[in-house]
C-alpha cells in the first residue's frame, strides 16, 4: 500500500484520499420522504476505497454521512485508517466544539478522530481562538490526533497558526485542481515551507477535468506509452500526486466503480515534462468558485 507523511507527524496515509459530501438539495426531501437514497451505494464505495489502498476518509458533520463511514469501517482495525471530519463555526465555542467533537466520535463509531478540522473560518476571531483552545484540550483527552482548519484564507491560516499554543497545525482543506489553482499564489507556498497538509476537495474541478475532450489526445497517447493506459480522472488525480508530496486529493465517494478508477492515479508518478504539458492543456478550463477566493 502506498503511504505518504502526513505533514510533521508520524501518521502515513495513501496519496489520495476520499470525501463523504454528497448533495446538500436531496437531504431535507429524503429526511421527509423517509428515503435512504444510495445509502448502501455510498458505503460500498467507502469500502472500495479501502480495498484499494485508500485509508484517508474525510467527513463533516455539516455532511451528515458520519454514520455512514462508520458502518463502512465496521470490523475493520481501527490503526488502519485515517479518520478525518469537521466541526461547523456556529460550534466554534469551546462547549459547543467539545460537544461537537463528542458527537462526531459516537456517529463515526470510534474512540478517536485522527484529523478534527474547523470547516469555515467564523467571522468572530475570539470564537476561532475559544474553537482552536477546545482542540488543544481534545489532543490532550487523546480524542482527536491533529488540528485542521478548511477554506481559511491565507492571513486566517497564520493566525491560526499563531494562536496555537501546544500543538501546531497539521493542514488545511481548500478547492484545489488543475483547472482552479489559485492557491498555488499563497497558500500552497505557505503549507509547504511550514510543513501543513494540504488537502484537496474538488480536484476534478465538478467534472469538468474529466471528460475526453478535457485532455489533449496527444497527451494522453503519450501517458499511455510511458505508463499505460489511464483515464482522464486518473490522470488529473495523479497530477497532484506527481507535482506534490504534501497535497492530498480527496474525490469524493459515491460509487464502487468510480472509486476503482480513482484509485488507478496512485503508484505511478508523470515527469515534469508530462506534468507540464497536462498544465498547458487545461489552461483554456475555468474551475468552480473559491469559498475564499474574492478576487
Not at 31 to 39: E, Q, S
Request: hydrophobic letters at 40%; one cysteine or more; proline letters at 5%.
Amino acid at each position: 500500500m502506498e503511504r505518504i507523511r502526513f505533514a510533521k507527524t508520524e501518521a502515513q496515509i495513501s496519496p489520495m484520499g476520499v470525501g463523504t459530501y454528497y448533495d446538500f438539495r436531496w437531504i431535507a426531501p429524503a429526511k421527509i420522504l423517509g428515503i435512504k437514497a444510495g445509502r448502501q451505494r455510498r458505503v460500498e464505495a467507502i469500502k472500495s476505497a479501502i480495498a484499494s489502498g485508500i485509508n484517508l476518509i474525510d467527513s463533516a458533520e455539516l455532511y451528515q454521512s458520519e454514520p455512514l463511514v462508520a458502518e463502512a469501517i465496521k470490523g475493520m482495525p481501527r490503526e488502519e485508517i485515517f479518520l478525518a471530519t469537521k466541526v461547523m463555526p456556529l460550534h466554534f465555542s469551546y462547549d459547543s466544539l467539545i460537544k461537537s467533537c463528542e458527537r462526531s466520535l459516537r456517529n463515526l463509531g470510534t474512540d478517536y478522530i485522527d484529523l478534527y478540522q474547523m470547516h469555515f473560518p467564523s467571522s468572530n476571531k475570539n470564537r476561532i481562538k475559544e474553537g482552536l483552545r477546545a482542540m488543544e484540550h481534545l489532543v490532550d483527552q487523546g480524542k482527536i490526533r491533529y488540528i485542521g482548519i478548511s477554506n481559511f484564507t491565507l492571513a486566517q491560516t497564520e493566525e491560526v497558526v499563531s494562536w496555537l499554543k501546544k500543538y501546531p497545525l497539521s493542514s488545511t482543506q481548500m478547492n484545489f485542481s488543475l483547472a482552479h489553482r489559485n492557491i498555488e499564489k499563497d497558500i500552497l507556498p505557505y503549507c509547504r515551507e511550514n510543513g501543513i497538509a494540504i488537502l484537496a476537495y474538488f480536484p476534478l474541478g465538478h467534472g469538468k477535468l474529466t471528460g475526453t475532450s478535457a485532455i489533449n489526445q496527444d497527451i494522453m497517447k503519450a501517458i499511455e506509452n510511458k505508463h499505460g493506459k489511464k483515464t482522464a480522472t486518473q490522470i488529473v488525480l495523479n497530477w497532484f500526486m506527481s507535482k506534490y508530496d504534501f497535497v492530498s486529493p480527496i474525490p469524493r465517494a459515491s460509487n464502487p466503480d468510480h472509486v476503482k478508477e480513482n484509485a488507478g492515479a496512485m503508484g505511478w508518478k508523470m515527469t515534469p515534462e508530462e506534468i507540464e504539458m497536462l498544465e498547458r492543456s487545461i489552461e483554456r478550463i475555468r474551475g468552480p468558485f473559491n469559498p475564499v477566493d474574492r478576487s
